[in-house]
């Protein structure tokens, strides 16, 4: 079955505990369990991942790339965390592997902090989605799923 990366950065193994009033109260495995279902009904299977190091993330995407070249996944749905605002490695790593990519954000970053407007990823993703939630990882996968449809 063809899959989708959902690939989570730094410190989202926290989501659930960590602001809650800014990130909600659902865990990590809560939205994985989310993805996985919603996918199934997509006819996709979900790679679920995350990591706080930036060198494991770009590991990732690589290997999405190459499956994507294999017509094996259709992308990744990335969620970069803090990496947004810091990595140009990941931007490098997201358009050499040319990986069809929506980037996701569960809080609507341009109402935070000015250092969390500036995203190194969004040139080089084909969506992005920010501000639902984790509702937003569902919108996300439904994206990417027209996107690869549409060719
Ligand atoms: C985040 C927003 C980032 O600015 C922050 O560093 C995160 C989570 C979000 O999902 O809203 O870790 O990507």
Redesign the pocket.
């Known amino acids: 079955m063809t899959w989708v990366l959902i690939l989570n950065?730094?410190?989202?193994n926290l989501l659930g505990t960590r602001k809650p009033e800014t990130?909600g109260r659902t865990t990590l495995a809560d939205v994985e369990k989310m993805c996985r279902e919603e996918a199934g009904k997509l006819r996709l299977e979900v790679t679920f991942r995350q990591s706080n190091h930036e060198g494991r993330l770009i590991d990732w995407i690589h290997e999405c790339g190459a499956a994507v070249k294999a017509g094996e996944s259709i992308g990744a749905v990335f969620?970069?965390?803090?990496f947004?605002?810091t990595s140009v490695a990941l931007h490098d790593a997201v358009e050499g592997a040319s990986v069809p990519l929506i980037e996701?954000?569960?809080?609507n970053?341009h109402q935070?902090e000015e250092f969390?407007h500036h995203s190194y990823i969004s040139p080089v993703a084909r969506g992005i989605i920010v501000g639902f939630g984790v509702a937003g990882y569902v919108l996300a996968l439904h994206g990417l799923h027209q996107l690869a449809r549409a060719g």
């Open positions: 950065g730094p410190n989202l990130y969620n970069p965390g803090a947004t605002h996701l954000h569960i809080s970053v935070r969390r």
